[in-house]
């Protein structure tokens, strides 16, 4: 890879780690599995969509899930330093303060009921040290073909 292909990755990273900052997610999640070697791309995604699409149901309701409304949330996939051991990272928020505690402890266990092989669902509260963890889930991307951001599990408030 040339200089300037690195410096236009680098750029790349900090751009989305300024746009993770600016949707000021109030919880940051990661989802591991008891064997992330085991678990392919298409599989992990499945998983996150059927983690997402329960926890959306969950906390808005059937009506609002009905009407395309989800959770706001970024959602990254990652293999780990040795680039074997799959699992998931997400940026979420909610529309209502009693959404957070509800948040926090439903995806921590939908993910350990509902996912074959889940080890476990680590949540941690973003709002206080959000901007500093704003650039982690941009740290895997390291070529233009990456596809860290899992854009099919996302859901991007209309502002």
């Not at 926890?55 to 330093?81: A, C, H, Q, S, W």
């Not at 979420?92 to 476990?120: F, P, R, S, T």
């Amino acid at each position: 890879m040339t200089i300037l292909n690195r410096k236009k990755i680098e750029d790349i990273r900090k751009r989305g780690e300024l746009w993770t900052a600016a949707g000021n997610y109030w919880l940051f999640g990661t989802c591991r599995y008891v064997d992330g070697s085991t678990v392919s791309k298409s599989r992990c995604i499945r998983d996150a969509r059927l983690l997402f699409n329960n926890l959306d149901r969950r906390i808005l309701g059937r009506k609002l899930y009905r009407e395309n409304i989800r959770l706001p949330r970024l959602v990254y996939m990652e293999t780990g330093r040795w680039r074997v051991n799959t699992h998931i990272h997400f940026y979420i928020k909610g529309y209502e303060q009693k959404h957070c505690e509800e948040i926090w402890q439903m995806a921590e266990n939908l993910w350990v009921e509902l996912i074959e092989g889940a080890w476990d669902c680590v949540i941690k509260d973003n709002r206080t040290d959000g901007a500093a963890r704003a650039g982690y889930c941009w740290k895997e991307f390291n070529d233009y073909g990456d596809e860290t951001l899992l854009v099919d599990c996302c859901y991007i408030e209309n502002t």
